[in-house]
T-cell receptor, first 113, second 114 residues
Framework: SQELEQSPQSLIVQEGKNLTINCTSSKTLYGLYWYKQKYGEGLIFLMMLQKGGEEKSHEKITAKLDEKKQQSSLHITASQPSHAGIYLCGAVNYGGSQGNLIFGKGTKLSVKP | EAGVVQSPRYKIIEKKQPVAFWCNPISGHNTLYWYLQNLGQGPELLIRYENEEAVDDSQLPKDRFSAERLKGVDSTLKIQPAELGDSAVYLC????????????FGPGTRLTVL
């Protein structure tokens, strides 16, 4: 079965600093989703990547899917307290039914003002 | 446009009691998902519906968990009887269909079993 490993597990950065979160898959990725979750709330969709080499940006957040399609990175530029939360990567699970997502354990981001 | 609605937001029950969670997906979304999220973990799929049909319930513990999606809209997830290990957040999500579409998540129901 497919597994997603996220690193780091947690991250504390000073406001204004850049940071990167990685998501590595045990199998080829056919669809990679990035979500953000705040405590006590549901997941908020950030971006979806499908093609090797694809890169998408939304405000100060950029996500990339590497050419071999087994790793994705999420980069935040000039972090702000509003970026704090748990970032989860999810992938289409081809070990199971098409359309189902499996998730990594998440990366907890704290931004110090 | 309203997002995915879940109720209740919080539920505290004693073990062996039954409990039910309700989800109203985004209008027009044919696919509905129930996920279980334990503390410090990512969501894990319990069941997926395409309209009113459960197309993947392989991860649903059928001895105590049941779900239904009457008329292909609202859905209910039930646990009977609840066990201590069922304490978790139960998330509902919906998407237009079951392919490469964004899944929209509700706020979840936090269940505590005492």
């Amino acid at each position: 079965s497919q597994e997603l490993e996220q690193s780091p597990q947690s991250l504390i950065v000073q406001e204004g600093k850049n940071l990167t979160i990685n998501c590595t898959s045990s199998k080829t990725l056919y669809g990679l989703y990035w979500y953000k979750q705040k405590y006590g709330e549901g997941l908020i969709f950030l971006m979806m990547l499908q093609k090797g080499g694809e890169e998408k940006s939304h405000e100060k957040i950029t996500a990339k899917l590497d050419e071999k399609k087994q790793q994705s990175s999420l980069h935040i530029t000039a972090s702000q307290p509003s970026h704090a939360g748990i970032y989860l990567c999810g992938a289409v699970n081809y070990g199971g039914s098409q359309g189902n997502l499996i998730f990594g354990k998440g990366t907890k981001l704290s931004v110090k003002p | 446009e309203a997002g995915v609605v879940q109720s209740p937001r919080y539920k505290i029950i004693e073990k062996k009691q039954p409990v039910a969670f309700w989800c109203n997906p985004i209008s027009g979304h044919n696919t509905l998902y129930w996920y279980l999220q334990n503390l410090g973990q990512g969501p894990e799929l319990l069941i997926r519906y395409e309209n009113e049909e459960a197309v993947d319930d392989s991860q649903l513990p059928k001895d105590r968990f049941s779900a239904e999606r009457l008329k292909g809209v609202d859905s209910t997830l039930k646990i009977q009887p609840a066990e201590l290990g069922d304490s978790a957040v139960y998330l509902c999500a919906s998407s237009l269909d079951g392919s490469y579409n964004e899944q929209f998540f509700g706020p979840g129901t936090r269940l505590t079993v005492l």
